[in-house]
């Protein structure tokens, strides 16, 4: 990864925070009465499950470099 590369990284993900923190309570509020309305829900096994492949990726990703 270049020093380039990296800055735009940086940039991208601050911009990619900043919009979500800009949208996020209409977003919030919508998936809270979405919730309420169908009790839907992604049951936590499966969020953690999610998740876990996501950091063996990530470490998979960084081995390679």
């Known amino acids: 990864m270049t020093v380039r590369d990296l800055i ?22 919508a998936r809270w009465q979405r919730y309420r309305a169908t009790g839907e829900a992604v049951p936590f096994d499966k969020v953690r499950a999610h998740l876990q492949k996501l950091a063996e990726e990530a470490g998979a990703m960084a081995k390679r470099r």
Do not use: V
């Open 8 to 29: 735009e990284t940086a940039f991208r993900l601050h911009a990619e925070a900043e919009e979500q923190a800009n949208r996020g309570p209409s977003d919030d509020e």
